[in-house]
């Protein structure tokens, strides 16, 4: 008695893979990356989020570096 095979009812994608993602995936890491970039551009605004002097200061030397 032979076994009868199954076949495949839907052909496989040849040369990529699908991947469809929702609008937010996009858009929250691209906000947060300006929200980053614009603390860094002000440390003021940085040095009042924080209470640590010591990271006011990075975000300054910072500034500093990129306007050179």
Do not use: C, Y
């Not at 890491?29 to 924080?50: G, I, R």
């Amino acid at each position: 008695m032979s076994g009868r095979t199954h076949t495949l009812s839907h052909p496989t994608a040849k040369g990529g893979v699908d991947i469809r993602l929702p609008w937010w995936a996009l858009a929250l890491p691209a906000l947060a990356f300006v929200v980053l970039l614009a603390l860094m551009l002000n440390p003021t605004d940085a040095q009042a989020a924080s209470g640590d002097p010591a990271i006011a200061h990075l975000f300054e030397r910072l500034q500093q570096l990129m306007a050179h």
